[in-house]
């Protein structure tokens, strides 16, 4: 699985019960367009602002902390 993939699925998997599928699709959208680790951690912060926006600040937050560690861990 690439790191990509693997964002991805955290994303679902957080997102799933909290989300319309119109902003899921939108964070995913995000995420498929970053093509190196440079705009893969712009799209991880967009998509993590985008929660803290519309759903639950301490999820962001926590989804940021994952999500980058993630990303420095496979990358």
Same mark, same amino acid.
């Given at each position: +699985? *690439?790191?990509?993939?693997?964002?991805?699925?955290? %994303?679902?998997?957080?997102? *799933? @019960?909290?989300?319309?599928?119109? =902003?899921?699709?939108? $964070?995913?959208? %995000?995420?498929?367009? $970053? !093509? !190196?680790?440079?705009?893969? /951690?712009? $799209?991880?912060?967009?998509?993590?602002? +985008? %929660?803290?926006? =519309? %759903? !639950? /600040? @301490?999820? $962001?937050?926590?989804?940021?902390? /994952?999500?980058? /560690?993630?990303?420095?861990?496979? *990358?």
């Amino acid at each position: +699985m *690439t790191v990509k993939e693997d964002l991805k699925t955290l %994303i679902k998997e957080r997102l *799933t @019960e909290k989300a319309s599928p119109l =902003f899921l699709k939108r $964070a995913l959208d %995000i995420l498929e367009l $970053a !093509d !190196d680790k440079e705009s893969l /951690t712009s $799209a991880v912060e967009r998509v993590c602002r +985008m %929660i803290s926006l =519309f %759903i !639950d /600040t @301490e999820l $962001a937050h926590e989804m940021s902390e /994952t999500l980058k /560690t993630k990303l420095v861990k496979k *990358t």
